[in-house]
């Protein structure tokens, strides 16, 4: 399948050539842990044991690097397994992450309860803030970590320039993609260097599915992630790889209806009587608004909001939509609603990550717009 070929395209045929032994038009999945050799060291397209390699695996691999626009790609049991052994490939003891003071929880747990332990120096800044970005980078900075939008408060980073910035002081430049997917963003392509995924989320696309990414284009890097993938382990299973792969021949048209039905729902709750603040980078008051439009398709299927009764109006509101189902996680076709501050990021409590305890996060599903307005809207009365 041909690069020039359109996204949508793409995400239906890069790496899914149909079974040449059947005619069977949906790769199979490849359930099996060992692969059997014509001689010692003879092996049938490569594959020798599934930590190192599974063609369903390798489908979902070659699709992703498509995507993203990547040499490689590589997947992973989980996000957080990929971040995992990205890091390992980047770090050593001594070394420094800058990271956006707005990502997903777990993430800076990972950096802070596992990689600071190790002897890596960590700081966290507001990466809409190039300035800051600036001042922040020392002689021992490796990385710079930025989610856009970030989780939970849709923050927004420019990635071309925050990419000139790190390359300037020879930082390597990773985006976490998650919240945009690649339909709508492809850092690489705007400069950076790396881009994670957690594959659970609008990739996979069903909530039936873990999984992470990294793709990337330096063969350096590459030669590294992949000794790691191989080394360590941490990959995805075969069935895993197979549904990512199904969720994402339909990302393109979710991804619209994602976005359509979130900027909807934006738009209805400004200036709503018991809301603070909306957070959404489709909303023209948004203060990221600019670059989003210019280095996003469009703006993505994740909303939060401040409430003004404080704490405890959030946690009422949390807890009393009907079709948002109160749960972890985000992306699916079905919306969730989530509390940040006692959900996703209750690791950060006491960290300069910590959210606001009046913030609630939406994942606006792709359901009727008519019924997830009005959900909200009930939900909102209540209070
Ligand atoms: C932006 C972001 N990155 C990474 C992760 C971690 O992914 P996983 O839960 O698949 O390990 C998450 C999970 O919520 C996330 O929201």
């Not at 966290?124 to 900075?141: K, Q």
């Not at 619209?256 to 809301?275: C, F, M, P, T, Y």
């Not at 949390?318 to 749960?327: D, G, K, P, V």
Request: glycine share 12%; hydrophobic share 40%; no cysteine.
């Amino acid at each position: 399948m041909s690069q020039n070929n359109d996204f949508s395209t793409r995400a239906i045929h890069a790496g899914q050539e149909f079974d040449p032994t059947t005619g069977s038009i949906i790769p199979p999945v490849y359930l099996t842990s060992t692969f059997v050799q014509d001689g010692i060291g003879g092996f049938r397209g490569g594959y020798e044991y599934a930590r190192g390699g599974n063609p369903t695996r390798s489908s979902l691999e070659t699709l992703l690097a498509s995507l993203e626009g990547g040499a490689h790609g590589y997947s992973f049991a989980s996000g957080l397994a990929a971040e995992d052994t990205l890091l390992r490939a980047l770090l050593s003891p001594g070394d420094h992450i800058i990271m956006g003071n707005d990502v997903y929880g777990g993430t800076h747990r990972l950096a802070n309860r596992v990689f600071v332990p190790w002897g890596v120096g960590l700081s966290t800044v507001d990466m809409s803030d190039l300035d800051a970005v600036r001042a922040g980078i020392r002689p021992e900075t490796k990385i710079l970590w930025i989610e856009t939008p970030s989780n939970p408060l849709m923050k927004i980073s420019d990635v071309a320039a925050l990419a000139e910035i790190g390359h300037a002081a020879g930082v390597i430049v990773v985006v976490d993609n998650t919240f945009a997917s690649p339909y709508l963003q492809q850092p690489l392509s705007l400069g950076a260097d790396v881009v994670v995924h957690s594959t659970t989320k609008y990739l996979g696309g069903h909530s039936d599915v873990l999984g992470g990414a990294i793709i990337l284009n330096s063969e350096e890097l590459a030669e590294k992630v992949g000794f790691l993938q191989f080394a360590v382990g941490a990959v995805s299973g075969p069935l895993d790889a197979w549904l990512t792969v199904r969720g994402i021949k339909t990302l393109a048209v979710r991804m619209d209806r994602h976005s359509a039905n979130a900027q909807s729902l934006a738009e209805r709750l400004v200036g709503h009587l018991a809301l603070e603040a909306v957070y959404y980078p489709g909303l023209e008051s948004h203060p990221g608004h600019a670059v989003a439009a210019r280095q996003m398709k469009s703006f993505g299927g994740m909303i939060s909001v401040a409430l003004k009764g404080g704490p405890s109006a959030a946690r009422k509101f949390a807890e009393s939509t009907e079709i948002f189902q109160l749960a972890e996680s985000l992306g699916g076709v079905e919306s969730l609603i989530g509390y940040p501050s006692e959900m996703t990021h209750a690791s950060v409590k006491g960290t300069a990550l910590e959210v606001p305890e009046n913030v609630v996060r939406l994942s606006v599903g792709i359901e009727g717009v008519d019924d997830l307005v009005a959900d909200v809207l009930q939900a909102l009365e209540r209070l």
